[in-house]
């Protein structure tokens, strides 16, 4: 979704993957908790988000940062994914 936020970019992953409908007004860390439990769930390895630069057209920085943080949790520990982001100029 443009322009993306940690919460609606979460929201979205759980919905491109076929996870059943759940409350905008769920916390964000509890969709990012789902989104890896899903990942894992489903086998994948390999997460590519295209349009990424919507990912950073917020005007604030700490929200940029926790996106950042987010994505990179994903790559780690047991069940990690691989992390893409395209249509991104830098």
């Not at 936020?5 to 990012?32: A, F, M, N």
């Not at 994948?44 to 994505?71: C, G, Q, Y």
């Amino acid at each position: 979704p443009s322009p993306a936020t940690l919460k609606s970019l979460g929201l979205e992953v759980l919905r491109q993957s076929g996870y059943p409908e759940i409350s905008e007004r769920r916390q964000c860390w509890s969709i990012w908790d789902l989104v890896r439990k899903r990942m894992s769930q489903l086998g994948v390895v390999v997460l590519w988000i295209d349009e990424a630069h919507d990912l950073f057209r917020t005007n604030s920085p700490r929200e940029i940062e926790d996106m950042l943080k987010m994505l990179k949790s994903l790559m780690q520990g047991n069940g990690a994914v691989i992390v893409i982001l395209t249509g991104v100029e830098a």
